[in-house]
């Protein structure tokens, strides 16, 4: 026989909503479905973060290693808000540098990639509110000024790194608890943005609060996705790097290793063709150091890797 459902009345019995479907002859057939409170939805339990360690395979001199380094096949490029030295790699020697020519224009270039024999860098007004960003780019060659493409203000914070991925781009952006933040937004805030390649936003995830609560009150001063397709971030001061994966449903990234490192966070680069080495600075110091990473293995299904075209 076919039913007609001529009305439906909710009701709360038991644990369970009850769907009262009226028949065309009057009779009711109640559809039981389960209740979910949101107040006692539990947290995600990753599984365990390895927790391992990196090798320090040389160690530059380099002064203008406050911010972050870039690095390409034959130098490395130190960087300091609004200067940046280029280095050779085999003798350390410095054959050039950049200084902003006008004041305030650029203040605040906290990290940059080589690629392309370019220099990609996120540039901030950091620590002035509200927040503005933008990307400077340099000819590697001549260590001259190439092109900007500014953000301007986003809800999403300050730019402080990016990355080539699939196509487009992944970028993290800072909240602060303090110093150059908001009042309405502490670094809990923080988060990671994709976007295509003229800058339109994709999508975007949260860091998991356990790194949160290690980088506060910063956030990821820098960040790079590896051979691997995961996602590598440096916070602002502990000398350790997290690994992240990209979960396969929700909004979260998920933490699957920390790495100990030798030297303190802000941003660092992958050396092209060249596997799991990296450069990253000691602030302290004016230091850069060439870096080798442990492999990072994936123990969960809900962890995927990320995708990217570029080598």
């Known amino acids: 026989m076919r039913l007609r459902f001529r009305a439906m009345a909710l009701s709360v019995a038991g644990g369970l909503i009850l769907s009262a479907c009226v028949s065309g002859e009057g009779a009711a057939v109640p ?8 107040e006692f939805v539990p947290d995600y339990i990753a599984p365990p973060v390895a927790q391992l360690e990196a090798k320090t395979l040389r160690i530059y001199d380099a002064p203008e290693a406050d911010q972050g380094v870039a690095v390409d096949a034959d130098f490395f490029y130190a960087l300091d808000n609004t200067v940046i030295g280029k280095y050779r790699r085999d003798t350390g020697r410095l ?7 006008h004041k305030g224009l650029i203040r605040h270039m906290n990290s940059c990639y080589a690629r392309n024999a370019k220099l990609w860098c996120a540039n901030s007004n950091y620590s002035r509110v509200p927040m503005g960003s933008s990307i400077e780019v340099f000819d590697a060659a001549s260590m001259t000024h190439a092109d900007t ?6 809800d999403e914070g300050s730019l402080t790194w990016f990355d080539d991925i699939d196509g487009g781009r992944i970028a993290g952006f800072a909240h602060y608890s303090g110093n150059g933040g908001v009042p309405f937004k502490d670094s809990t805030y923080s988060s990671v943005v994709t976007f295509d390649k003229d ?12 790194i949160i609560q290690r980088m506060t009150p910063h ?7 590896g051979p691997d397709g995961l996602l590598y971030v440096l916070g602002h001061d502990l000398p350790e790097m997290y690994v992240l994966a990209r979960p396969s449903m929700g909004p979260t990234l998920i933490h699957v290793a920390t790495i100990s490192l030798g030297v303190g966070g802000q941003a660092f680069s992958f050396a092209p063709s060249e596997g799991r080495v990296i450069f990253a600075i000691d602030r302290a110091g004016g230091k850069v150091s060439e870096i080798a990473l442990p492999d990072v293995a994936l123990n969960t299904p809900d962890a995927l890797p990320f995708e990217r075209q570029m080598p």
Not at 95 to 101: I, M, N
Not at 149 to 154: A, E
Not at 219 to 225: L, N, T, Y
Request: net charge positive; glycine share 16%.
């Open 31 to 38: 559809v039981a479905a389960p209740i979910v409170d949101l």
């Open 95 to 101: 054959v050039a540098r950049f200084t902003a020519p």
């Open 149 to 154: 493409h500014s953000l301007g203000m986003m």
């Open 199 to 210: 800058w339109r936003r994709t999508g975007g995830w949260l860091f998991p609060d356990g």
């Open 219 to 225: 956030a990821a001063s820098g960040g790079a996705i």
